[in-house]
């Protein structure tokens, strides 16, 4: 199973970014049943939790993402995606999914704010 974020890029203060995290591999069944969430990381600072969706669709948000960013799940194309908007240069980090259980990371997306 692998996954790979995309949907980074540079964008205005106050614009729109839809991060994508597809598990390329991975089984519906198996993704059915997994959490995925969204961290990120700014370089030399430790990583942050943005958002979570558990397997019943039940989603929950940091502080930072609370009221901006919306967390969703597709099964049937076993991808997450993180609607950010409203975005402001402190966004700006590398982006990455991870599934649990398994502790499973894929490779970020960078992601700029900046005017």
């Known amino acids: 199973v692998q996954l790979q974020a995309s949907g980074g890029g540079l964008v205005q203060p106050g614009g729109s970014l839809r991060l994508s995290c597809p598990a390329t591999g991975m089984v519906t069944s198996v993704f059915w049943a997994v959490d995925v969430e969204w961290h990120r990381q700014v370089s030399g600072k430790p990583r942050e939790w943005v958002a979570r969706?558990?397997?019943?669709?039940?989603?929950s948000y940091g502080d930072s993402a609370k009221g901006r960013f919306t967390i969703s799940r597709d099964t049937a194309k076993k991808t997450v995606y993180l609607q950010m908007n409203s975005l402001e240069p402190e966004d700006t980090a590398v982006y990455y999914c991870?599934?649990?259980?398994?502790?499973?990371w894929g490779q970020g997306t960078q992601v700029t704010v900046s005017s």
């Open positions: 969706v558990l397997s019943d669709g039940s989603t």
């Open positions: 991870r599934i649990n259980p398994g502790d499973l």
